[in-house]
């Protein structure tokens, strides 16, 4: 397992690619590889497979819980600590000060942003479509932390020259924050864009006191072989993005 350098010591960072030397075989090509969602009509057992293949990998360094939810484009965020949930949470942002505690967040195409503390005390792993961006999910996870985030990592998202929206979207960001009007570029098409939710999200995180950014260089629609792409493929898998704290 890869993990992203750069971060506080006893921080790991990192988010799971297509191929995985583990990965269980699937008779549903467009689900082929290392998928870890339940809600994209792949074989339960099998995605749980996956994801205790995932857990094992993480009890090498310590990880004796892993949180996973019930993702819906929102702005809500959880704090989970020594809780256990029976039933999964619905939201797009979870918080936690406890060491050993994977936090867990699914994507193919939309960002995944993970946040922390400069004392490794806090992190937060937040799920970032343009929605989630728009309506306040950044915010609210900043809100929920205990502990100002400095830092923040941008995992594989889909990149601008991918990812056309219409003129409705440009508008909600720029009613909201005037200056990310420099993150859309026009299509040959008229009334479209290319938006550029990397740059959109550092901006956001800068203008909440997040000084350190690192990653938002990758393209989950153009690296096929890497990962997981819903606006390349509309029934497709999913990534996980993780955070956890030594």
């Not at 350098?5 to 689900?31: C, I, M, N």
């Not at 809500?76 to 029976?86: G, L, P």
């Not at 440009?170 to 200056?179: D, L």
């Amino acid at each position: 397992m890869q993990f992203v350098q750069g971060f506080p010591e006893g921080v790991f960072v990192g988010q799971t690619r297509v191929q995985h030397e583990h990965t269980q075989a699937s008779d549903k090509p467009e689900l082929d590889g290392f998928n870890l969602a339940l809600h994209v009509q792949d074989n339960a057992h099998r995605v749980q497979q996956h994801r205790m293949q995932l857990l094992e990998e993480f009890s090498a360094f310590g990880v004796e819980k892993i949180t996973w939810m019930t993702q819906t484009h929102s702005t809500i965020c959880h704090t989970v600590n020594e809780q256990i949930y029976f039933e999964a949470l619905e939201g797009d942002g979870l918080v936690t000060q406890q060491k050993q505690h994977a936090l867990m967040m699914m994507t193919a195409d939309c960002l995944p942003i993970v946040l922390g503390d400069a004392e490794a005390i806090e992190v937060a792993n937040l799920h970032a479509g343009w929605r989630g961006l728009a309506n306040g999910i950044v915010e609210n996870t900043i809100a929920a932390m205990q502990h100002p985030p400095t830092w923040a990592w941008l995992g594989a998202a889909i990149s601008q020259p991918c990812f056309e929206v219409g003129a409705e979207v440009k508008q909600i960001f720029c009613s909201k924050y005037p200056a990310l009007a420099s993150t859309f570029e026009p299509s040959k098409e008229q009334g479209k864009y290319f938006a550029d939710l990397y740059a959109i999200a550092r901006y956001i995180l800068q203008q909440h006191g997040v000084t350190k950014i690192l990653g938002g260089d990758q393209c989950t629609y153009r690296q096929t072989e890497e990962y997981y792409s819903y606006r390349r493929n509309a029934k497709t898998g999913r990534m996980a993005t993780f955070v956890f704290l030594k």
